[in-house]
């Protein structure tokens, strides 16, 4: 027995037992001992429209369709719209509220497409045994191995049955999913009358089903007015602890209430023009960093600078929040360092020495990367102007430098700087030249070691092995390398063990 | 070249009857003589050391190890309301990767052990995709804390195979089962090696995690091998909304060394001490190839295990063994120690020539002076390390730079090169010129070193700096008369020439006595590591109490196996040893000779060629070589040729090259 809506049995005690009643005349199949709480539809409305505000067309749509227990609901639905539309949260409360039988499958779940075809079975077995009284004998349904089968097995468990909503989340997520999925489930209406199948999907489904007018249902992005409306329905506190109540008797937690949703519908929209308009519209996005900055912001106020009211002074003084992008990026340990900045003022970008290693590398190690990024940022042919012994390195360099860059070829070509390009492959033996015409004493011994750490730094990801899946022979001399890192890191690498990568890179940097 | 597809091969004849008759050993020859003692020495002397090594490595990443539980303890708490993201720690735990197993281990014990938790590790090697990856995570999850259940699951599993559809198993619903069983507060699990996984296997984890936190309470760890930034720029926005969490940072690996080190090579008590060649060797490596731990205590018990195998005389380092448990081959045997020798000598130049000569005839009475000087060397090297524990505890309170590690400073002692050197100098010349604030921590750690060997009495000098301190009724620290801050320059014009003149300032009472004070400690010092440093190789039987032989660590841990193959290659007589291409008797430098093997001799001709290399002409040179003087070609020759550039082919050296008909490329080059 499924516990949605058990809470509202006391007051719906009416409706509950004329519903049921209904449901007996109608279903001899349902002999439930039990009463279900089971709601008139024009309830599941105002329940739905109350927990999802902006969403009365679609919900009005769902409910015509689903609500009923007696009445028929089209065979396929497709419900589409971007990430956080209500997609998923609308048609699951509308179901678990109107308790028709169904099962609703997560496709991020499945792994695989056969992975879909059990999980369905299985949840619709589930389902059924909660909704119905009698336990099905599970034996017949033990293996579902394609669609076809999926197809037989479901008409044998729904086969004198009532209606049957089964929901597929993001079916155009599914991993392997058979190419014929679409198209077959679209049809399956054909053979199992009782069944009803909502696809809810990020795009429409219309080129992908092959059958002509299954019915859409577009939930929109939410626009502006939307999404503030769905945030001041629930504004967080401005204090965490209550002000003291001998100091400020006045101040009521009613009071409190009204301030926190006043200030919060102003910082949202503040929130909303400044950041979220520009970088993720959609409502997680928005939420997620009207959050994020909420506490920083009122920071002022629960020192007790500012008024609760005071909010043109508040964003002057805290303008910082919404001018960096701190707020809306993603990140998994939360900095909260550049957020709370006490001074005001625009904080000086942080300094995040953004690829450096947290550990230093051996020695060698670091040699071996510099020379590994060179080999493949720097032409093999040059590779006798910038590391034979006996050479004027820096006049070499200016020739190289002049002859690449200037002249007829730059109005022909325009040229991209060499470091923004994918690293070209190299061959091992290459990068142990480089490597040791780097180190200008040849005191580096031919030991194994070298290949231990070409193979850890493999293993880190630094270094890559360039040629197809099928060379996985890591003994193979013909095989290629590729660095992983970008410029910045191997400057950095550089710097660790003084050394200027730049001089050593044909056409310079910047 | 190859235009025969096939061809019998006629080996050269070989004759049999040549081969020597083999000869019957007669005697029996024992080559290791009481191998059985020396192997139960060496692992009792093994075992105390492994035990200090585990317990300094428990304690290395004990405070990581501590605030992780934490955080996995904190993020469980949370019950009640969905979670929006994943809680996920980032583990910093350094390029050391092959320690990383080691850590993660522990950690899972730690977990297990203080959080009513779920562990499972995964590992890149056997996460190839999100499939395999999910179906490891189900048989490891699900595997735990089975003991007493493992009958129901069987009929359960049992029960749901016969009865209906089974769940496949890369199903996480098989956790959910497991789970439901259980009820633990939260399945950890920790991701080994993030760099190795395929970022698209990691993200759909992520995903797939995720979309489960409302049934499981996941929480994910990830082993970082280079940086946070690293990994968050790895993965997709997406997936980053869902993770949120703290960072980690795991013991820097040469912290751990330089503990290692100090608790095994520099210890007051080691009946076996590496020697300063091969630590110096082993800690080098640590710094310019790898850094891994296991591998430093691999050097040093490979270190161990060579001394009790190799040298008989370590016989003498067991426990009570008596004059009668050691036959005399022992005692010849250190009789043949050049140290035996030395000593000899200076005993002879000394005129003890009655006492030379018992030694050399008498084995007991030569027993008796083993013991006597293994024991007065270990006690040598006992104060030489506890001396350079003190030498670096006075250079790290008196923040002399640059900073020295104490295994710098071990090491240069053990060599016998740091008494007279500059650093030695240096230091102690600060030691004067330190003022009083200074030598009070100075002498504050001194005491709670609590030193034994060295009949320095700190107390006694902390009370009478206090009693000085107290006295003093200037604000700043006292300062020794050796301070520079004491000394002023003056600067006298005579007849238009300058004349700087030093000149100290008048000290005051208390300076002075601070001065005596400092005069004093400073001599006290310097005495007691004049005496302790010595130069532990000149010592009597260094063989047997140290262990400094390079070579066969480099062999074992350092090979050169590029370098061998092309020096083998390259002079084949200084593998073959044989007469005919001794370079002595041609007294050439690379000379090529048809005595040579083929391989050899074409590697030689390759070595000079460029690039491309024209098979045409390869032949005819090594025609020229092979059949010297002779005019028509052999058709063996053919054969040794295709032999050999099939060998060099196999070996990597050259490849076919399609950029020029009949030629093949050059693909390594000898010495990198």
């Given at each position: 027995?499924?516990?949605?809506g ?6 719906l ?5 004329d ?7 109608l279903?001899?199949?349902?002999v ?8 008139l539809?024009?309830?599941i409305l105002?329940?739905?429209q109350?927990e999802?505000p ?11 369709f689903?609500s009923?227990h007696h009445l028929p609901s089209p065979?396929?639905?497709v419900?589409h719209g971007l990430t956080a ?7 699951k409360s509308l ?9 609703v499958?997560r496709?991020?779940e499945?792994?695989t497409?056969r992975?879909l075809l059990?999980r369905?079975v299985a949840?619709?077995?589930d389902a059924?045994?909660?909704f119905?009284d009698?336990r099905?004998d599970?034996?017949r349904?033990?293996?579902t191995e394609?669609?076809?089968s999926l197809a037989?097995?479901l ?10 909503v089964?929901?597929l989340?993001?079916?155009?997520k599914?991993?392997e ?9 679209g049809?399956f209406?054909?053979?199992i009358?009782n069944?009803?199948?909502i696809?809810?999907?990020n795009?429409?489904l219309?080129q992908a089903?092959?059958?002509?007018s299954t019915p859409?249902i ?7 007015s939307?999404?503030l409306?769905i945030?001041?329905?629930?504004p967080p506190k ?8 001998e ?6 937690p009613?009071l409190?209430?009204e301030?926190?949703?006043w200030l919060w519908g102003r910082f949202?929209s503040?929130?909303?023009d400044?950041?979220?308009?520009h970088?993720?519209?959609d409502l997680?996005n928005f939420?997620i ?7 920083p ?6 020192a ?9 002074r508040?964003?002057v003084?805290r ?7 701190e707020?809306v990026l993603d990140?998994?340990i939360?900095s909260e360092?550049?957020l709370t900045?006490p001074?005001?003022t ?6 995040r020495n953004?690829r450096?290693l947290?550990h230093?590398?051996?020695?060698y190690a ?23 012994k ?12 002049t002859s690449?860059g200037?002249?007829a070829?730059?109005?022909?070509h325009?040229?991209?700087?060499r ?6 492959p190299?061959?091992l033996?290459?990068?142990?030249a480089?490597?040791?015409a ?10 194994a070691d ?14 890559v092995k360039a ?9 193979d ?11 910045e890191?191997a400057r950095?690498l550089?710097?660790?063990v ?5 001089e050593?890179l044909v056409g310079?940097?910047? | 070249?190859?235009h ?6 006629a ?12 000869r019957?050993?007669t ?5 290791q003589?009481q191998?059985t003692e020396r ?7 093994w075992?105390q050391?492994?035990e200090?090594?585990?317990q ?6 004990s405070?990581t190890q501590?605030n992780?539980?934490?955080f996995?303890?904190?993020s469980?708490?949370?019950e009640?309301?969905p979670?929006?993201s994943?809680?996920?720690g980032?583990i910093v735990?350094g390029?050391?990767i092959?320690s990383?197993?080691l850590?993660f281990?522990r950690?899972?014990?730690?977990i297990?052990?203080?959080t009513?938790?779920a562990y499972a590790v ?5 996460c190839?995709?999100l499939?395999?990856l999910?179906k ?7 595997s ?5 259940d493992?009958?129901d699951?069987l009929?359960?599993?049992g029960f749901?195979?016969?009865n209906?559809?089974?769940l496949?198993?890369f199903?996480?619903?098989h956790v ?6 259980n009820?633990t507060q939260s399945?950890?699990?920790?991701i080994?090696?993030?760099e190795?996984?395929?970022t698209a296997?990691?993200?759909e984890?992520v995903d797939t995690v995720?979309?489960?936190l ?7 760890l990830?082993?970082i091998?280079t940086?946070?930034e690293?990994?968050?720029?790895r ?6 909304r869902?993770l949120?969490?703290?960072k980690?940072?795991v013991?820097?690996?040469d912290?751990i ?8 090579v520099a210890?007051?008590?080691a009946?076996l001490?590496i020697?300063?060649?091969l630590s110096h ?7 310019d190839?790898v850094?891994n731990?296991q591998?430093?205590?691999d050097?040093l018990?490979y ?10 005389p370590s016989i003498?380092?067991?426990k ?9 081959e022992?005692f010849?045997?250190v009789r ?8 000899i000598?200076?005993?002879?130049q000394?005129?003890?020539a009655?006492?030379?000569r018992?030694l050399?005839?008498?084995d007991?009475?030569?027993h008796e002076?083993?013991?006597k000087?293994?024991?007065?060397g ?6 030489l390390?506890q001396a350079?524990?003190l030498?670096h ?6 923040q002399i730079?640059p900073p020295?590690?104490?295994?710098t400073?071990?090491?240069r002692a053990a060599?016998?090169d740091?008494?007279g ?10 030691l004067k010129?330190a003022s009083?604030d200074?030598l009070k921590q100075?002498?504050?750690s001194?005491?709670?070193?609590n030193?034994?060997?060295?009949s320095?009495d700190w107390?006694?000098?902390n009370q009478n700096?206090?009693k000085?301190?107290?006295n003093?009724d200037g604000?700043?620290?006292l300062?020794?008369?050796d301070d520079?801050?004491?000394d002023?320059?003056?600067t006298?014009?005579?007849a ?5 003149s030093?000149h100290?300032a008048?000290?005051?009472e208390q300076?002075k006595?601070y001065s005596?004070l400092?005069?004093?400690l400073?001599?006290?010092i310097?005495r007691?590591?004049?005496s302790a440093f010595?130069d ?5 039987l260094?063989e047997?109490f140290?262990?400094d ?8 841990f350092?090979p050169?196996?590029?370098?061998a193959?092309e020096?083998a290659?390259?002079?084949p007589?200084d593998?073959?040893?044989?007469s005919?291409c001794?370079?002595?008797r041609?007294?050439?430098?690379g000379v090529?000779?048809a005595?040579?093997?083929a ?5 030689q ?5 460029g690039?491309l290399?024209?098979a045409?002409d390869?032949?005819?040179a090594?025609?020229?070589i ?6 028509e070609s052999?058709p063996k ?5 295709q032999?050999?550039?099939a ?6 050296l050259?490849k076919?090259s ?7 490329a050059k ?6």
């Amino acid at each position: 027995m499924r516990t949605c809506g058990r809470g509202r049995v006391n007051s719906l005690a009416r409706s509950v037992v004329d519903a049921s009643v209904r449901l007996f005349s109608l279903s001899a199949l349902h002999v439930n001992i039990l009463i279900p709480t089971i709601m008139l539809p024009d309830e599941i409305l105002d329940t739905l429209q109350s927990e999802f505000p902006c969403r009365e067309s679609q919900i009005q749509q769902l409910t015509a369709f689903y609500s009923e227990h007696h009445l028929p609901s089209p065979p396929l639905l497709v419900a589409h719209g971007l990430t956080a539309t209500g997609k998923s949260s609308i048609i699951k409360s509308l179901l678990e509220l109107s308790s028709l039988p169904h099962a609703v499958i997560r496709c991020r779940e499945c792994i695989t497409g056969r992975h879909l075809l059990e999980r369905i079975v299985a949840s619709c077995l589930d389902a059924l045994d909660t909704f119905g009284d009698e336990r099905i004998d599970r034996k017949r349904f033990a293996r579902t191995e394609n669609l076809s089968s999926l197809a037989v097995n479901l008409q044998r468990l729904l086969e004198g049955r009532n209606k049957f909503v089964l929901v597929l989340d993001g079916i155009d997520k599914q991993r392997e999913a058979p190419p014929t999925m679409m198209a077959a489930l679209g049809r399956f209406r054909e053979v199992i009358p009782n069944l009803s199948i909502i696809l809810i999907s990020n795009l429409p489904l219309t080129q992908a089903l092959y059958t002509p007018s299954t019915p859409h249902i577009h939930f929109a992005p939410y626009p502006r007015s939307s999404l503030l409306t769905i945030l001041a329905a629930k504004p967080p506190k401005i204090f965490l602890t209550p002000p003291s109540t001998e100091k400020f008797p006045d101040y009521t937690p009613d009071l409190a209430a009204e301030d926190d949703a006043w200030l919060w519908g102003r910082f949202t929209s503040a929130v909303y023009d400044s950041l979220s308009k520009h970088t993720g519209r959609d409502l997680v996005n928005f939420r997620i960093a009207a959050l994020k900055l909420w506490r920083p912001f009122v920071e002022p106020v629960e020192a007790g600078t500012f008024g609760t009211r005071d909010f043109s002074r508040l964003m002057v003084n805290r303008r910082h929040l919404f001018q960096g992008e701190e707020g809306v990026l993603d990140r998994i340990i939360a900095s909260e360092s550049t957020l709370t900045n006490p001074t005001g003022t625009v904080p000086p970008t942080p300094k995040r020495n953004l690829r450096t290693l947290a550990h230093d590398l051996p020695y060698y190690a670091t040699h071996l990367l510099i020379a590994a990024y060179l080999a493949s940022y720097n032409p093999s042919r040059t590779d006798v102007t910038y590391f034979m012994k006996h050479t004027d390195k820096r006049k070499n360099k200016r020739r190289v430098h002049t002859s690449s860059g200037t002249g007829a070829m730059k109005s022909k070509h325009r040229k991209i700087s060499r470091h923004l390009l994918t690293p070209s492959p190299f061959p091992l033996d290459r990068l142990l030249a480089i490597f040791r015409a780097l180190l200008d004493d040849a005191g580096v011994p031919q030991s194994a070691d070298l290949y231990t750490q070409v193979a850890t730094l493999t293993s880190m990801r630094l270094l890559v092995k360039a040629g197809g899946a099928g060379s996985a022979d890591p003994l193979d001399t013909g095989a290629k390398w590729r660095v992983n890192f970008g410029w910045e890191y191997a400057r950095g690498l550089g710097r660790t063990v003084g050394l200027e990568v730049g001089e050593y890179l044909v056409g310079g940097v910047d | 070249m190859e235009h025969e597809k096939c061809y019998i091969y006629a080996p050269p004849e070989s004759n049999s009857e040549e081969r020597p008759s083999k000869r019957v050993r007669t005697s029996k020859l024992q080559s290791q003589p009481q191998l059985t003692e020396r192997l139960s020495t060496y692992r009792e002397v093994w075992a105390q050391q492994e035990e200090r090594i585990q317990q300094t490595l428990e304690n290395a990443d004990s405070v990581t190890q501590e605030n992780i539980v934490k955080f996995v303890a904190a993020s469980t708490t949370s019950e009640g309301e969905p979670q929006a993201s994943i809680p996920t720690g980032l583990i910093v735990a350094g390029p050391s990767i092959a320690s990383h197993g080691l850590f993660f281990s522990r950690l899972g014990q730690n977990i297990r052990s203080e959080t009513d938790s779920a562990y499972a590790v995964l590992t890149s090697g056997e996460c190839p995709n999100l499939k395999t990856l999910l179906k490891c995570l189900v048989k490891k999850i699900t595997s735990l804390k089975d003991d007493g259940d493992e009958h129901d699951d069987l009929i359960n599993s049992g029960f749901s195979a016969r009865n209906g559809p089974k769940l496949l198993d890369f199903d996480l619903g098989h956790v959910q089962m497991w789970q439901d069983k259980n009820e633990t507060q939260s399945i950890v699990v920790a991701i080994q090696d993030s760099e190795a996984f395929d970022t698209a296997v990691l993200v759909e984890l992520v995903d797939t995690v995720h979309s489960w936190l409302d049934r499981l309470p996941f929480i994910l760890l990830f082993g970082i091998a280079t940086s946070a930034e690293n990994f968050e720029d790895r993965m997709s926005g997406k997936s980053l909304r869902y993770l949120d969490g703290q960072k980690f940072d795991v013991t820097q690996s040469d912290v751990i060394i330089e503990k290692l080190f100090s608790v095994t090579v520099a210890n007051a008590d080691a009946r076996l001490r590496i020697g300063p060649t091969l630590s110096h060797r082993l800690l080098d490596r640590q710094k310019d190839h790898v850094q891994n731990v296991q591998d430093f205590v691999d050097g040093l018990k490979y270190a161990h295990m060579s001394h009790f195998y190799a040298s008989y005389p370590s016989i003498f380092l067991r426990k009570g063994s008596t004059y009668t448990d050691l036959p005399s081959e022992a005692f010849e045997a250190v009789r043949n120690l050049p140290s035996f020798r030395r000593w000899i000598e200076t005993l002879l130049q000394d005129g003890n020539a009655s006492e030379v000569r018992t030694l050399l005839q008498s084995d007991q009475s030569l027993h008796e002076e083993i013991a006597k000087h293994i024991k007065l060397g270990q006690t040598a090297l006992t104060s030489l390390s506890q001396a350079a524990i003190l030498f670096h505890n006075i250079r790290e309170s008196l923040q002399i730079s640059p900073p020295f590690r104490l295994s710098t400073i071990w090491t240069r002692a053990a060599a016998g090169d740091l008494s007279g050197s500059p650093l030695y100098r240096e230091t102690m010349l600060s030691l004067k010129k330190a003022s009083s604030d200074k030598l009070k921590q100075l002498l504050i750690s001194m005491e709670r070193l609590n030193m034994e060997g060295s009949s320095i009495d700190w107390a006694k000098f902390n009370q009478n700096l206090l009693k000085l301190v107290q006295n003093s009724d200037g604000s700043g620290p006292l300062r020794s008369q050796d301070d520079v801050r004491n000394d002023s320059v003056r600067t006298t014009v005579i007849a238009q020439k300058v004349l700087l003149s030093k000149h100290k300032a008048a000290l005051s009472e208390q300076d002075k006595a601070y001065s005596e004070l400092v005069a004093q400690l400073h001599d006290e010092i310097d005495r007691y590591m004049t005496s302790a440093f010595i130069d532990p190789q000149a010592m009597f039987l260094s063989e047997i109490f140290m262990y400094d032989l390079k070579s066969p660590h480099v062999e074992v841990f350092q090979p050169k196996p590029r370098f061998a193959i092309e020096r083998a290659l390259a002079t084949p007589h200084d593998y073959l040893g044989c007469s005919c291409c001794d370079r002595n008797r041609t007294e050439e430098e690379g000379v090529l000779a048809a005595t040579q093997p083929a391989t050899a001799i074409l590697y030689q001709l390759f070595l000079e060629s460029g690039t491309l290399i024209n098979a045409s002409d390869l032949w005819s040179a090594f025609e020229a070589i092979v059949e010297e003087g002779s005019e028509e070609s052999d058709p063996k020759t053919s054969a040794l040729i295709q032999r050999a550039l099939a060998e060099l082919r196999y070996l990597g050296l050259v490849k076919p090259s399609r950029k020029k008909t009949d030629h093949i490329a050059k693909i390594m080059w000898k010495g990198l």
